[in-house]
């Protein structure tokens, strides 16, 4: 990148943000934007309301109203980097993302908070977690959408659903249901993408599945080895097949004779399939070198969430060469068949990496996980505002692709941003907000020191001592 190139990119900021001026209702508003991207895109350590505001001149408290009750609005937002992604960066083969995060938190006040399972840690913890879509395209990748996963004791709780703004209108929801809600609204606002990916917990998921059907969406997901699956169509009863005493059942049915078999065991004792011969597939080149998979595939019908035959679907089982690793994928469309191909199967089915390194992206780059806030509400509207950031720079990452610069990944652009911004202060602007922060930390400190010793003169008074009219021995420390 040459220094003019540099020059570019941190001008590239303001024109941006004007694409949002119409979800803001005020000049302050607009204002408070541009300071709080201008935060997830620095250098700054935790990226948080005080420590932006620190770092970028205005009043902490003023950019935690920022979050929490300047009137703007984060959902028209949200369809706005939908919108600029269906403008500027729709693709044929694009791939649609589904994945959760997690976020550790201590204690119990931030909204959605619970001791529930924490995809990034591989483990139960006190945490909150967020649904998530992901857009993919060669040489662009970004995140669409997010939603906080609310717990069904938080969503019963009428006290904590009014102490966190939780809204009327939100209640208990699957994941997969959560992500259904995000893929309608991705769609309504113009998104298309060749495939949706998924991992296990949505792919174990039937109504989930159907739910994509239904909607025309063509999907390649992993699922649990325990799937059920059919190898031949089996025959669906109905009310007209009826014969013998007694009352047709109203609904469909299959024949009980043609019991679907789990997808594992499809390879030790479907003919069809164990006499298949494994094929290696290049699956993807990493920092180690490339990645190589044996790859089957076979013809089948999935279990509906009603227990009946889908239409054709394609069944994928891949293990690892190096590890011997199983993973089993599910495809509503079949090979060979309207230009599906294996190899683009695989593609979307192994593509579901690029959600993991967005992830990582807005967590070590644009403090996803930094937020300090509690309320159901100011979480949104960090989570869009990550992701907005996160479209910046894959923007323009993808025009300096195209100017025939050497390839920067988003960290770079992002740091490349981080550096435009320092280097446009004076040194004087750079003194004035040391000193700003120095004094703000000795107000907050005094305060702080203030609050706690109220806090304790209390917890003394309660126990029936005056601790101002007892003797003392005490130094200042």
Sequence with gaps: MTLKELKGVGRMLAPFLLLFSSCFRSV????????????????????????????FGPCPRTLQRFLESIKWDEEKLCDRCQEIVVRDHSAPDAIGLIDESGIGKSGRSTAGVARQYNGNRGKIENCVVGVHLGYSTPGFQTLLDSQLYLPKDWAEDKTRRKK??????????TKPQIAIDLIDRALGNGVRVAYWTFDELYGRDSKFRDALHARKQSFVGEIPCDTRVWTTKPKVITNEDHKGVGQPKKTPRVDANAKPSKVRDLLKHSSKFYLRRWQNYRIKETHKGPEVWKIKHLRVWRQTSEHLPSIRHTLITARSVRTGEMKFFIANGVVGENRVTLRGLLRVAFGRWAIEAEFRISKEELGLDHFEVRGWRCIHRHYYLVGLSFLLCSRIRQSL????????????????????????????????????????????????????????????????IDVENIKSCTQTI
């Design 401 to 464: 692709d195209q100017n025939d610069t050497g390839r920067l990944t988003v960290e770079q652009v992002r740091r490349s941003l981080n550096a435009w911004l320092q280097h446009r202060l004076l040194p004087e602007d750079i003194l004035n907000r040391e000193l700003m922060k120095l004094l703000y930390y000795q107000r907050r400190n005094a305060l702080a020191i203030k609050s706690h010793t109220k806090t304790r003169i209390r917890l003394y008074a309660k126990l029936g």
């Design 164 to 173: 966190f703004f939780i809204p009327k209108h939100v209640t208990f929801q």
């Design 28 to 55: 302050a508003g607009r204002k408070l934007l541009r300071v709080y991207v201008e935060g997830l895109l620095s250098d700054v350590q935790r990226k948080n309301c005080e420590a932006i505001a620190l770092a």
